[in-house]
Every structure is written in C-alpha cells, then in structure tokens.
C-alpha cells in the first residue's frame, strides 16, 4: 500500500457502513485483525437483522403462500408469469428488433446486456408492461428486503464450451454478497437440464449459526483467495462444504418459459455449466441497496429523471471515467443487435 492510499480511508470507513463487499478493494474488509475481532461477522449479523426487520414491512402486500414460500427457501418459482397474449407481444418485441447492447466475457461465458431507457419503453409497450409489473416488483423487494426501484435489462447469456479460457466463474456456487440482495429472472426461452440452467440452494438465503461461522473462516482468508470472485467478496462454497452447513446440494432451476424467478442471492446460487453451445435470454432485475438502511422508501433510482434511466447514466459515467484514463469498463459496447444474435468480436 503506497502512502497515498491512505488519502482513501474515509471511503474504506464509509464502505464498512455500505455496500463495499470486496476484501481485496478495501483494506479494512480485508485485515485479518479486524476479521478476527469480527468486522466481517458483525456486518453480516447486523445486515441480516436489519433485513428482517425490512422485510416484515414489506411482506404484507404479498400473497400469503408466496411469501411463506420465499421464507422457507429463499427464492420464488411463478410459472406462466405473464397472461399468454402479454408474453407473445413481449416475445415479439424482444426478439424482433435490434437494440444498443454491451457484452462481458467470463470465460467460456458471454452475457449480454440490454437497457432498457424510458425511450425504448415507450415504443415497446409490452416490455414496459412487464417490466413495472407490480407483482414482480413486489416480489423482488421483498427478495431484497428493500424498498425503492430495481435495475432492469434484458440479458442474453451466451456460452461456448469450446472457448478458451474455460472457466465461467458463475458456475461456481456463490453468494453474491454478504447481504440480502435480489436478482429475478422472467425466461423467454424453455431451459432445460443442458441449457446452463440457473441452480440455487433452497434455506441457504438464512444466516444460521453454522452460516455465520462459514462467513467468518471465509473473511480470516478471502482476501488472498486465488478465485478472484471469492477474493473480492462473492464467496464460493465448495458441495462438501455446503453438506458441513446442513444445506442440500443446489437445484437446477429447469423451467417453461414465462416462468419467473426471483431469488435472495446472499442465498448459494450459481449457474450450471452446459455441454453444449447455449443461448439464454431473459428479463432481468437486479436491487441491491444499503443493507443498513432502517427504511425501506428514499431510493435515488425512484426519482423521475432517473427511473428506468439508471443504468444508462452508470454507464454513461463508466465511459465518461474511461475516456479519461480510469478503468477499462468490462461492459463493451456492441451497438444495435438482436439481442439473441452471436456474440460480436
Ligand atoms: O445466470 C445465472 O444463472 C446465475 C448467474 C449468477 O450467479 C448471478 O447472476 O449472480
Ligand atoms: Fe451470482
């Protein structure tokens, strides 16, 4: 660490009481000290009371047996999500037109994303029906145990076994963060055992003692963990670990299309490797907020000018730091395509 670094301690500080989930980012998440008197423990504790707390407001305008079931496993399955002539329409118009996307390369794995900006909405009546679907939105915060709006794109996830280097690091069993957090797909496509279907481990989104004790290992040595995605805060768990936490092995989640799922991701997930080349293309929602936040309203991404507009001002702002000499942003703009189209060199 150069002295210079130090300039970035208030941020670290600010981090702790934040989203920062990164050992390796942050220093302080990463000290071995701080983790051995229980920095990383206590985030997680206090994180997941404050998620209960959150959660039993936002659980009343749920229907009763969804949410019982989200309790009990982490995650909810709805088939036939959409009325059938919403989803043609939405089918139609996803398939059927070419949008501004951007691709990252994991490995042998390519996801594609497209915004959805309050323009492409407008002209796109079916995808802005699904996307505010009020039932979705409820689930997902509940899910996420927060109030506000999330993020939503479409994704098209692309995968060549054959491509080198092979290793899509999706495929290992993670939680994304040490927090409740949503993610939800609505799948556009029939996903069967070969098409990498998404695979979650039902009960692991609760923070049970042995959980507590697994996170606590993890943070004495996460921080030079060789798998970069545990180092920087996603924690792999290995099946004989997961055995050792009473938890069962994970789920593929194989579906009709229209189905949707929504999933607490502090719950072990990931996606299964396929055989063969796979083409997956979804509606998908991401939130991920404060998990010290006492309240569930007060969300920047709710407010007019930035409803459905946040994504694009993210990246707006990545390319805009780019231009200037900062990271490399690993979203790489791809221009107008189909959004199942090959993946673009
Ligand atoms: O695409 C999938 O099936 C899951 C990938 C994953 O782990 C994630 O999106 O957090
Ligand atoms: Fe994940």
């Known amino acids: 660490m150069t002295p210079l670094s130090y300039l970035k301690a208030p941020l670290w500080i600010l981090g702790i009481a934040g989203t920062d989930k990164s050992?390796?980012?942050?220093?302080?998440?990463?000290?071995?000290?701080?983790?051995?008197w229980g920095l990383h423990r206590m985030r997680v504790t206090i994180a997941a009371r404050f998620a209960a707390a959150r959660r039993r407001r936002l659980g009343a305008v749920l229907d009763p047996a969804e949410r019982a079931f989200f309790d009990e496993n982490g995650y909810v399955l709805i088939q036939d999500f959409l009325p059938e002539d919403l989803y043609r329409a939405l089918k139609?118009?996803?398939?059927?037109?070419?949008?501004?996307?951007?691709?990252?390369?994991?490995?042998?794995?390519?996801?594609?994303?497209?915004?959805?900006?309050?323009?492409?909405?407008?002209?796109?009546?079916?995808?802005?029906?699904?996307?505010?679907?009020?039932?979705?939105?409820?689930?997902?915060?509940?899910?996420?145990?927060?109030?506000?709006v999330p993020i939503c794109f479409i994704q098209t996830v692309l995968?060549?076994?054959?491509?080198?280097?092979?290793?899509?690091?999706?495929?290992?069993?993670?939680?994304?963060?040490?927090h409740a957090t949503s993610k939800a797909w609505l799948f556009l496509q029939d996903v069967g055992e070969d098409d990498g279907p998404f695979c979650f481990v039902p009960g692991s989104h609760r923070l049970t003692p042995e959980r507590l004790k697994w996170e606590y290992q993890c943070s004495l040595t996460a921080a030079e963990d060789p798998r970069s995605h545990h180092a920087s805060g996603s924690f792999r768990i290995r099946p004989d670990?997961?055995?050792?936490?009473?938890?069962?092995?994970?789920?593929?989640?194989?579906?009709?299309?229209?189905?949707?799922?929504?999933?607490?991701?502090?719950?072990?997930?990931?996606?299964?490797?396929?055989?063969k080349r796979t083409v997956r293309t979804e509606l998908h929602w991401h939130m991920r907020r404060n998990p010290f936040l006492p309240w569930t309203g007060l969300d920047v991404k709710a407010l007019p000018g930035i409803r459905d507009r946040a994504l694009m001002l993210n990246f707006a702002v990545e390319d805009f730091l780019e231009k200037r000499g900062g990271a490399r942003s690993v979203w790489r703009p791809v221009g107008k395509v189909a959004v199942n189209s090959p993946v673009s060199r």
């Open 23 to 36: 050992p390796r980012k942050n220093p302080l998440l990463g000290s071995k000290r701080l983790n051995r």
């Open 159 to 178: 995968v060549d076994p054959g491509e080198e280097p092979a290793k899509d690091p999706q495929s290992d069993v993670h939680a994304d963060t040490f």
């Open 241 to 275: 670990e997961l055995e050792k936490l009473n938890l069962p092995q994970p789920v593929k989640m194989t579906v009709p299309e229209n189905t949707l799922v929504v999933a607490d991701t502090f719950a072990f997930h990931g996606r299964t490797p396929s055989p």
């Open 92 to 148: 139609g118009e996803v398939f059927g037109g070419a949008f501004q996307s951007r691709e990252m390369r994991q490995g042998q794995a390519v996801t594609r994303m497209t915004p959805l900006p309050p323009h492409l909405l407008a002209a796109n009546p079916a995808l802005e029906k699904a996307v505010h679907s009020v039932r979705a939105l409820d689930l997902i915060r509940y899910a996420a145990s927060q109030g506000g």
